[in-house]
């Protein structure tokens, strides 16, 4: 479960039970459609190269959050897929060179 799904729970266990429900409490909005929550409000009238620069921002801080893998996962998961895509290759040669003799023989 994410956090947006926790939150939308929680807003509805808050607005479900009224003694909870405080005055100094922030209300409870509804996630846009899109799941995108942001912290910023942005002015209607804000200048293409700002939302472009809070873009890129917003994007650098996703990437820090990334787990990025090991220089040796990396090796060791390429190693993997390299190997299967050459035994496969080499599966799907060898029965086509099989049916294709079969079907020289069939039809000489």
């Known amino acids: 479960m994410n956090r947006q799904t926790k939150r939308t729970l929680q807003g ?3 607005s479900g039970d009224a003694a909870a429900f405080t005055a100094d409490s922030p209300p409870v909005t509804p996630a846009s459609p899109a799941g995108h929550t942001s912290s910023r409000v942005e002015p209607e009238g804000a200048s293409l190269g700002g939302r472009v ?3 890129f921002r917003e994007v650098r801080a996703e990437l820090a959050k990334v787990l990025w893998p090991k220089r ?3 090796v060791n998961y ?3 897929v390299l190997t299967t895509l ?3 290759a080499l599966l799907i040669f060898g029965l086509n060179y099989v049916f294709a003799k079969g079907v020289l023989h069939l039809y000489p």
């Open 53 to 55: 620069a809070e873009y």
């Open 86 to 88: 050459v035994l496969i």
């Open 72 to 74: 040796a996962e990396v």
């Open 12 to 14: 509805q266990d808050r």
């Open 78 to 80: 390429s190693t993997v």
